[in-house]
């Protein structure tokens, strides 16, 4: 009986022991996060090397910010913490990641191709940032997402269009940013009578067009300015034509006075 009571004692001290690591995975990508980002003093809590050493047990989540499943890190978010930086791609090393969110911070620089190694990520929300730089295509290899959220940045070059890929994709925004080029036909297209998103998923970008997007304004000269440049046109006609009446007419008489004077003198003395 004694033997089974050590075993019974032994298995229970280890079940309340806290695991004396995490994944490796992990602890590196949690580490290089914490060095490509700053913010104040209270905005990441416990966001220590020792922490990132062991940064979940089971379910509970040591970590601010972090949800952990199963002893990984399962969602990160930080937002609206005045986070300052750049997103390092070794975000890409928390492979169990299934939900980033980094909006509302003052976040600048690309947006990390490595995030195409997260490939059970179902929820990106980068958006309310400072990010530029292109889209990255390769978030087309996170065939689970659900949510790409990247407004109001200052994103550049087209939308790739990769991204009409997503099969699963529910929720798209890149409205605000600096985006240009056709809006893929797999992001606008029509189920029945609704766009798969509507306009309000890529307003603001100056040089975005297509459906769902209302046709771009003519860049020709608009009414108004074709009807004021033929009256200005008219008007320096009339001017041009006046002034070239007045001439004549003042050449004429010039001609006709010197004409007199030279009957006169032929004219005999009585």
Same mark, same amino acid.
């Given at each position: ?29 949690l580490t290089h996060l914490?060095?490509?980002?700053? *913010? ?6 416990n966001?220590t090397?020792?922490t990132?050493a062991?940064?979940?047990?089971g ?19 930080? =937002? ?12 890409a090393?928390c ?5 980033l969110?980094l909006?509302?911070?003052?976040? =600048?620089g ?23 730089g292109?889209i990255?295509?390769q978030?087309t290899?996170?065939?689970?997402l ?5 407004h109001d ?9 990769q991204?009409?890929?997503?099969a ?12 240009s ?10 189920? *029945?009578?609704?766009?798969?998103f ?10 975005l067009?297509g ?9 020709g ?7 004021l ?13 006046? =002034?070239?009446?007045?001439?004549w ?12 004077g030279k ?7 009585y």
């Amino acid at each position: 009986m004694g033997a089974w009571t050590v075993l019974l004692v032994s298995l229970l001290t280890c079940a309340a022991l806290r695991p004396s690591s995490s994944d490796p995975s992990d602890e590196a990508c949690l580490t290089h996060l914490s060095q490509s980002i700053q *913010g104040p003093t209270t905005s990441l809590q416990n966001w220590t090397k020792s922490t990132f050493a062991n940064p979940c047990s089971g379910f509970t989540s040591y970590l601010q910010g972090a949800t952990c499943n199963n002893g990984r890190i399962y969602k990160l978010s930080l =937002t609206n913490l005045s986070l300052r930086g750049s997103i390092s791609p070794f975000l890409a090393n928390c492979t169990n990641l299934q939900a980033l969110d980094l909006s509302s911070n003052f976040l =600048t620089g690309p947006i990390p191709a490595d995030l195409q190694y997260l490939v059970n990520l179902a929820v990106l929300n980068l958006s309310s940032n400072r990010l530029d730089g292109p889209i990255p295509p390769q978030l087309t290899f996170c065939a689970y997402l659900n949510v790409i959220d990247l407004h109001d940045n200052l994103l550049t070059g087209p939308v790739p269009q990769q991204l009409g890929l997503l099969a699963r994709l529910s929720a798209f925004d890149v409205s605000n940013n600096r985006l240009s080029g056709p809006i893929p036909a797999n992001l606008g297209n029509r189920s *029945g009578n609704s766009p798969k998103f509507n306009a309000s998923s890529f307003e603001g970008n100056k040089d975005l067009y297509g459906y769902p997007l209302p046709p771009l304004k003519s860049k020709g000269l608009s009414v108004l300015a074709i009807v004021l440049i033929g009256l200005g046109s008219g008007f320096a006609s009339l001017v041009l034509s006046f =002034t070239g009446v007045c001439i004549w007419l003042k050449i004429t008489e010039q001609k006709m006075a010197l004409d007199e004077g030279k009957i006169s003198q032929l004219m005999p003395d009585y």
